[in-house]
């Protein structure tokens, strides 16, 4: 069986690449190396081709003999959407109706396609269910909201089986700290650790459904598998939000460190609450979220120790 994985050399792609290496599957990585890194491949005994998924003869390439597509490959950060929506429209929804049309040419048995949280906007209901009418309040959420639309579009029109996986601000190893468009907690772990300041943009009360990244690999393959998914989206969080003052205490806190964070204005397009009501993922993909949030952080700020000490595996 041969997976394709987009975006394979990034935090999440990388992740499943390990997951379906150690299932003994066949996996091949596209990547064209904006976010992605060398790194997090290293050792691993895949097939990579170099490459820009918005690319007809890239895709057709990458898709040639495939039985599953993992569309993981984007332009994250709802920031750098806001600075350049041209280029997070050519990553994120450009790149995913060439993906599919690729895909859908090459005969692949099913694709699931990375969707965003962000989707929802600031809509003030809480949890967060797919019922609920999107608003997409970024460039960002708006293409990865265009990527869901052209997954439905490709099952209603072709029958061609897609599966949207709506993430929920995922952490983990491998999430690279080092761009101003790093998720926060790569960011404040690895600020912490070289004894740096931590900022809190906006109020330290902004909340999010900080999801460990062991449970969206198997959300993947659960997804995968699932016979009633396609056509569908889902919310894959943790049912628990969290607020950015708690995080920092927390991870202070298991570092014994004391100094309190800065605080620095709101970010342009940020939502202010975010969780996710995973009912639907529960039933129809029978996914369970198996690390909750604190040791998902434990797990994060033992790696990202370790990578400090030794460079990254
Ligand atoms: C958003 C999406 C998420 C998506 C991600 C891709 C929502 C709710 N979530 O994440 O699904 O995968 O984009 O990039 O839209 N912050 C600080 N200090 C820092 C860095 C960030 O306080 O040094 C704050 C941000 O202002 C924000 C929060 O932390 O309020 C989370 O930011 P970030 O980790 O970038 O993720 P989202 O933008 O929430």
């Given at each position: 069986?041969?997976?394709?994985?987009?975006?394979?050399?990034?935090?999440?792609?990388?992740?499943?690449?390990?997951?379906?290496?150690?299932?003994?599957?066949?996996?091949?990585?596209?990547?064209?190396?904006?976010?992605?890194?060398?790194?997090?491949?290293?050792?691993?005994?895949?097939?990579?081709?170099?490459?820009?998924a918005?690319?007809?003869?890239?895709?057709?390439?990458?898709?040639?003999?495939?039985?599953?597509?993992?569309h993981?490959?984007?332009?994250?950060?709802?920031?750098?959407?806001?600075?350049?929506?041209?280029?997070?429209h050519?990553?994120c929804a450009t790149a995913t109706v060439v993906l599919l049309h690729a895909a859908r040419?090459?005969?692949?048995?099913?694709v699931?396609y990375?969707s965003?949280?962000?989707?929802?906007?600031?809509?003030?209901?809480?949890?967060?269910?797919?019922?609920?009418?999107?608003?997409?309040?970024?460039?960002?959420?708006v293409a990865k909201l265009a990527g869901e639309h052209y997954c439905r579009a490709f099952y209603l029109c072709y029958?061609m089986?897609t599966v949207a996986?709506?993430?929920?601000?995922?952490?983990?190893?491998?999430?690279?700290?080092?761009?101003?468009?790093?998720?926060?907690?790569?960011?404040?772990?690895?600020?912490?650790?070289?004894?740096?300041?931590?900022?809190?943009?906006?109020?330290?009360?902004?909340?999010?459904?900080?999801?460990?990244?062991?449970?969206?690999?198997?959300?993947?393959?659960?997804?995968?598998?699932?016979?009633?998914?396609?056509g569908?989206f889902?919310?894959?969080?943790?049912?628990?939000?969290?607020?950015?003052?708690?995080?920092?205490?927390?991870?202070?806190?298991?570092?014994?460190?004391?100094?309190?964070?800065?605080?620095?204005?709101?970010?342009?397009?940020?939502?202010?609450?975010?969780?996710?009501?995973?009912?639907?993922?529960?039933?129809?993909?029978?996914?369970?979220?198996?690390?909750?949030?604190?040791?998902?952080?434990?797990?994060?700020?033992?790696?990202?120790?370790?990578?400090?000490?030794?460079?990254?595996?």
């Open positions: 069986m041969l997976n394709l994985i987009t975006g394979g050399a990034g935090f999440i792609g990388s992740n499943l690449c390990r997951a379906l290496l150690e299932r003994g599957e066949r996996v091949r990585v596209l990547d064209n190396f904006l976010t992605g890194s060398r790194d997090n491949l290293a050792g691993l005994d895949i097939e990579l081709m170099e490459g820009d918005s690319d007809p003869e890239v895709c057709r390439r990458a898709c040639a003999g495939v039985d599953f597509v993992f993981e490959g984007a332009l994250p950060s709802v920031p750098r959407s806001v600075e350049n929506p041209l280029a997070s050519a990553h040419q090459a005969r692949v048995r099913r699931i990375a965003s949280s962000s989707v929802y906007g600031d809509t003030p209901t809480l949890p967060k269910t797919e019922t609920m009418t999107p608003q997409p309040r970024s460039p960002y959420a029958g089986e996986l709506r993430y929920f601000n995922i952490f983990g190893p491998r999430q690279d700290p080092s761009s101003p468009y790093s998720g926060v907690l790569s960011r404040f772990i690895s600020q912490l650790l070289a004894n740096q300041p931590c900022t809190i943009f906006g109020s330290g009360e902004i909340s999010r459904d900080f999801t460990y990244i062991d449970n969206v690999v198997e959300a993947n393959l659960l997804a995968r598998e699932a016979p009633c998914a396609p569908k889902y919310n894959i969080g943790c049912g628990k939000r969290v607020t950015l003052a708690w995080v920092y205490e927390f991870l202070a806190g298991e570092l014994g460190i004391t100094a309190p964070p800065q605080y620095g204005p709101a970010r342009a397009g940020d939502v202010p609450h975010s969780l996710a009501d995973i009912t639907a993922a529960r039933h129809d993909l029978r996914y369970e979220p198996r690390v909750d949030v604190e040791t998902g952080l434990r797990l994060t700020l033992a790696w990202q120790q370790g990578a400090r000490n030794t460079g990254p595996t």
